[in-house]
C-alpha cells in the first residue's frame, strides 16, 4: 500500500522524533533575533511550538492539510499563554501571500528542497522577501549533494534502514533511493514492514531537489536577499568540504527594504485552529 508522505503525521512524529539539533538552533537563534516569525513548512509543529515557547509570536505555513491538523492538537496543548502565540495558514510555501511582515522567517528540514522546479524556488524566494521585515533574517536549511549520498541504492526491497514504533507496532523500515541529475530531484521510497502479523507493510515516497552550496547566494540575490552566513551544522562549525548539510542565514538587499505588509500581531493572519 502506496502512503502519500505527508498524509500520516503519527508516522512523521515518529520518524523525527530523533530531530533535535535543528529545534535547539532554530529556537536560540531566534531567541536572539526575535519575531514575529514565519516559518514555512511548518508540518505537525516540531519547531513551531518550541519558537512559541521561546517568547516568539509565530505562525507556521503549511500546505498539508493532515499536518497541521496534527499541529492544531500540538498548539492545543501548551500553556495558553504559548497557544495564543502562534497561528497556523495553509498555504504553498510557493504562493502565499499574508498582511504582516516578520524579522524571522525559517524553512527548517531541507524545507526548500520541496520546490522541485526552478520558478517554484524563485516564487517562493520572492514571497520571503516581500514578507521579511528590514532588519530580519531568512534562516533555512539544505542537504548537500554530495555524490556519495545520491549514488544509487536499494533496489525494489530497500536497504536496511532502521526500526520505528508506530501505532502499538514495531516497524523495520527500508530505504531506496534513484538520483537524477538532469533534474536534481531525489527520489527516496521508504518500505515499512511490520515484524507482527498485526499490521500491513506500506510504503511512501519523497522527491527532493537538490542545490550546490555555490548556488545559494545567486539564487537569493535574484530574489532581493543576500547571503550573510553559512554553517557547516548546527554546531556553527564553518563550511567544510565533507558536510552533508548547508545551513543558511539571509537578509534583505537594501534595495528591497520597502514596502509590503506591515509587521502586526498574529490576530490577522489567517488561521486554520
Known sequence: MDQPYYADP???????????ADVAWYTARAAVLGGPALELGCGTGRVLCALAGAGLEVDGLDNAPAMLARARERVARLPPPLAARVGLVQAD???????RRY???LAPLNGLMHLLDDASLAACLARVAEHLAPGGRFLF??????????AEH??????PLRSLRLRGLTYDVSESQRYDPATRISLVRYRF???TEDGQ???TELHLR????????????????KALERHGDFRGSPPGPDDVMQLWEAGLEPRSAGGGPKPGRNENVPSVH
Not at 10 to 20: C, G, L, M, S
Not at 210 to 225: K, Q, S
Open 10 to 20: 503519527e508516522r512523521y512524529e515518529a520518524e523525527y522524533a530523533p530531530f533535535r
Open 93 to 99: 510555501m510557493a504562493a502565499f501571500s499574508l498582511p
Open 103 to 105: 524579522h524571522l522567517v
Open 141 to 150: 536549511d539544505l542537504s548537500v549533494p554530495r555524490p556519495d549520498l545520491l
Open 154 to 159: 536499494g533496489g525494489e526491497d530497500g536497504l
Open 193 to 195: 514492514s511490520p515484524r
Open 201 to 203: 507493510p506500506f510504503t
Open 210 to 225: 537538490l542545490f550546490p552550496p555555490g548556488e545559494i547566494p545567486g539564487l537569493l540575490a535574484r530574489a532581493g536577499l
